[in-house]
Structure formats: structure tokens, C-alpha cells
């Protein structure tokens, strides 16, 4: 059995109903070897402060619930583990850019409404049913867009998003990855709907590729590849707009 | 339902929150230098269009030393900017077009070729200016 050492944890806290602002609190918790930051926010809520409130569900960065700041690096709690941390104290926070619900629960609201407006799924052209039968594609045709596929919509790229931060109408990177994603699909033929979102101020123009989303992207997804691909497709749809005939545009 | 009460922290100096932020700033700040210096060109031209005389103060305040500092800071901004730009250069290749190179051809080996590119261009550029000089 592994050593039991003890970490500082400072939490930020935040409760609606009393607080005017957030403060700090700290718990010593002690911990083994194996135990992640949600582990050791765990230990606190059953054995220090049954007040303490945070999400997770599935403790294996698949969920992407538990993401969190951790000593301001956006992390998925999980998979953030105490041992590299001590002896230093750690700073557990919410989710930077986000309005804080309650302690380190954030509100996703807005992201939430993001994401709808990306129109996140299939959209086949009309006429093209294939019936009960699989509809094939190439490996190539898979590789387009799986990598963007893997956004567990962790939120960590919009805590790490300083033009999110700044100026919240910004699509950001995860949305715009999906956007991405499903355009990139040999499947879909949604890519004019989502036309709009991309070229409007707020979507990928509003990325100046501070690069940080894709470097804090738990599931590798590349969103600030994604976004920058698509600064050429809107710039060819400004372009290619003047020579498409009236009423197409 | 009430919407509950939510406290949003603000953006105050969010950029010492992490180094790459301030690498970021770094990255876009040199870009003003460069603006500036395409303006201080843009005053050569300018002065080579009222007249020698112009041309010649124009000319007389790149031999100042402040002017061979300023041309050294100026020559690191241009550098600087000008290796960012082509390390995020592969971000805005579709990959439609590197599929095409042989396989192994990664971000780094495409960074490397523009580098190499951006190298001999400017050094053709220099040789060629020099010569003109003459």
C-alpha cells in the first residue's frame, strides 16, 4: 500500500444564497500516490466540508465533467493527480471565463446555446437516403474529420481562451470545432447553414490564434487548427460569392 | 424558475495568468513594430517623391546610431514575428493539400521547408538589393 502524505488544497468557494464574492478556503488532505485532484476534492466533501459542490461523473476523461482550474491551468480533475503537485499547496478554481453556479460548478448555458447553433449533426443532402443500407466511407474520408470527433465538450479550450474571456459572443473553440467536424464529413451537406456562423465577426474571426485551446485539449481535438482552416473557407466564400448568380448568395 | 445568482470573475491582467499569453501579446506586439517600420518606408518614398532634398534628410536619419539601434531592434521584431508566423503556419493548411506529400510529412517538416524557403528567399532578396546598391 502506498504512503499517505498530506496536500494543501485552496478552493475557491462560492455560494449564491450568502456570499457577496467568491473567497478561498483551505483543506489539508491526505492522500496516496494514485489520488487525482477530484479524488482528493472527493475526500474533502465526504470527510472535511459536505458543502463543497463540483462535477464528475465518470473519473476516466470521458465525460468531461470535472474540469476545473488547477494552479490556473484548465485540467480535467480526474486525470490531474496530487502527487505532482506536493509539497506545494494547490489552487482548485472553476473554470476561468465561465459565471461560477456554485464553488467550482460553472454555468454552460451559453456554450450550450453555441453549440446548437453550429447545427452539431448530420445533415444529409435531400434525396440522399441510403435506406437500410450503411453508408460507406473511405479511411481517408474518416480521417477528415476524427480527430475533431473526440470533443467530450469538456470546456477546458474556453477557460484557456483569453478572446472567450474577453468578449463572451465568441463562438469558440469547441463549437467551432464541431462545426468543423461536421463539415469535414463525406456524409453531411450542411456546410451553407452553418456558412453564417463561421463568417459572422463572432466566429472564426474572432480567434486571433493564441494557439492555448488546442494546447490544454485533454482529447487532442486541435480546435485553433480547426477555426484557422476555416478562416480560408470563409475568406473563399466572400470571394467566390461574387460570381455565384442573384438569389444563390 | 428564478435563474440563480452567478458571479463571473473578470479578464483583470489576464495575461500574467500564463506565459504562452504573454507569448501570444510578445507575438502580436511585434506586429506593430513592423506596421511602424512599413510606415517609416512608406515616409522614404514619400520624400523620394518631393525631391533630392527630402530623399537626402530621409536618408541623412538612417545613419543616426538611435536609427542603427533602433534598425537592430526593428531586424530582432522582424525575425521574431516572422518565425511565430511560419511555426503556426501549418494550423492553416487544409489538409486536403498535405495529404498529398508522402507520408511522415508532420507540421514540424512543414515548419522546417517554409523556414528553409523563407531563409534563401531573403537571402536572394539581400544579394540582389546589394548588388543594386552598387
Not at chain 1, 454555468?107 to 452539431?120: G, I, M, N, R, Y
Not at chain 1, 480546435?223 to 466572400?238: E, M, V
Request: with cysteine; net charge neutral.
Amino acid at each position: 500500500m502506498s504512503q499517505t502524505r498530506t496536500i494543501v488544497i485552496e478552493c475557491l468557494r462560492f455560494h449564491p444564497e450568502t456570499d457577496e464574492a467568491p473567497y478561498y478556503q483551505s483543506y489539508e488532505v491526505p492522500f496516496t500516490e494514485e489520488m487525482s485532484v477530484l479524488e482528493g476534492l472527493q475526500y474533502i466533501k465526504d470527510h472535511l466540508d459536505g458543502t463543497l459542490t463540483f462535477r464528475w461523473s465518470c473519473r476516466m476523461a470521458i465525460c468531461g465533467s470535472c474540469g476545473c482550474m488547477v494552479n490556473d491551468e484548465p485540467v480535467l480533475s480526474c486525470q490531474t493527480f496530487l502527487r505532482d503537485y506536493h509539497p506545494a499547496r494547490i489552487r482548485v478554481e472553476p473554470l476561468a471565463h465561465f459565471p461560477i453556479l456554485r464553488d467550482l460548478a460553472i454555468d454552460q448555458t451559453d456554450f450550450l446555446a453555441k453549440l446548437e447553433s453550429v447545427h452539431p449533426y448530420l445533415i444529409p443532402s435531400t434525396g440522399d437516403d441510403p435506406g437500410d443500407q450503411p453508408r460507406h466511407q473511405t479511411p481517408d474520408q474518416v480521417q477528415d474529420y476524427l480527430g475533431y470527433a473526440q470533443c467530450i465538450n469538456c470546456l477546458l479550450c474556453y477557460a484557456a481562451c483569453p478572446q472567450y474571456g474577453l468578449n463572451d459572443a465568441f463562438t469558440g473553440p469547441a463549437a467551432l470545432a464541431l462545426l468543423h467536424r461536421y463539415n469535414a464529413d463525406s456524409r453531411d451537406a450542411g456546410k451553407d447553414q452553418r456558412m453564417e456562423v463561421i463568417n459572422a465577426e463572432e466566429g472564426v474571426w474572432g480567434c486571433t490564434l493564441v494557439g492555448e485551446c488546442s494546447e490544454v485539449c485533454p482529447k487532442h481535438v486541435d480546435p485553433a487548427r480547426a477555426i484557422n482552416q476555416n478562416k480560408i473557407a470563409s475568406t473563399q466564400d466572400y470571394f467566390l460569392r461574387f460570381l455565384k448568380p442573384r438569389g444563390r448568395r | 424558475m428564478n435563474q440563480p445568482r452567478t458571479y463571473t470573475r473578470g479578464m483583470q491582467r489576464w495575461w500574467l495568468r500564463r506565459p504562452s499569453y504573454r507569448f501570444y501579446l510578445l507575438r502580436e506586439g511585434t506586429s506593430v513594430v513592423i506596421a511602424l517600420y512599413g510606415l517609416f518606408l512608406l515616409a522614404g518614398m514619400a520624400a523620394l517623391a518631393v525631391g533630392p532634398g527630402a530623399f537626402e534628410t530621409w536618408r541623412g536619419l538612417l545613419f543616426s546610431p538611435l536609427s542603427w539601434l533602433l534598425h537592430l531592434v526593428v531586424l530582432a521584431a522582424f525575425t521574431f514575428h516572422a518565425w511565430t508566423w511560419f511555426k503556426v503556419l501549418p494550423l492553416t493548411v487544409p489538409p486536403v493539400k498535405t495529404r498529398r506529400f508522402p507520408r511522415g510529412f508532420t507540421d514540424a517538416t512543414l515548419n522546417r521547408v517554409a523556414l528553409w524557403a523563407w531563409g534563401v528567399v531573403s537571402l536572394v532578396i539581400l544579394v540582389a538589393a546589394m548588388r543594386g546598391l552598387q
